[in-house]
């Protein structure tokens, strides 16, 4: 059999992800392959993707912020904008092993691990500000609607000349 391609053999896959309790993000570890195309073979197989908040994942996943062996040690790092930690066993984690810290604060929120289509919101739009006051946990829509509300706020505060374009500097300020 062709090693490069079982995720296409059922039987190999289910053993993996069901008998095994491999995590897809394991499973794309050993073999190089990409979640999403294993996730659409276990769609077509008809295998059900686990639920990332069930047993299994939570005991794979092993994490709580605050308890990390490395919070707050040489875990840490940026992208420019993000914050993020080095969780390599986290099931979101990425082929380095790191995962946005605002993630895992949300997690530690809702007491399980977020869905894909889970968004984490700034508040403050301060992206490194991950305190629990400042996320907010929202779907797709619930995000774009929050940055929308604060779009068109600063229109009408622009409007009634409480904010201003300073076009020398090219940016926007408070009168006053």
């Known amino acids: 059999m062709d090693t490069s391609k079982e995720y296409r053999n059922k039987e190999w896959l289910y053993n993996e ?30 295998i059900s993707i686990r639920q990332l908040d069930n047993n299994i994942v939570r005991k794979q996943m092993g994490h709580n912020l605050s308890d990390h062996h490395n919070f707050g040690k040489r875990n840490r790092k940026t992208n420019g904008k993000y914050l993020l930690l080095h969780l390599p066993d986290h099931p979101t984690a990425s082929k380095y092993g790191y995962v946005f810290e605002h993630r895992i604060v949300a997690e530690d929120i809702v007491d399980r691990i977020l869905n894909d289509n889970e968004f984490v919101h700034h508040i403050d739009m301060d992206s490194k500000n991950n305190t629990i006051e400042n996320l907010f946990v929202t779907g797709k829509s619930g995000h774009t609607r929050a940055h929308a509300s604060l779009n068109r706020l600063c229109s009408d505060l622009i409007k009634e000349g409480v904010i201003h374009f300073d076009k020398e500097e090219g940016v926007y300020g408070l009168l006053g």
């Open 17 to 46: 992800y069901v008998n095994l309790e491999k995590p897809v993000k394991q499973i794309r570890r050993e073999n190089g392959w990409g979640v999403n195309t294993i996730k659409r073979w276990l769609r077509k197989f008809n």
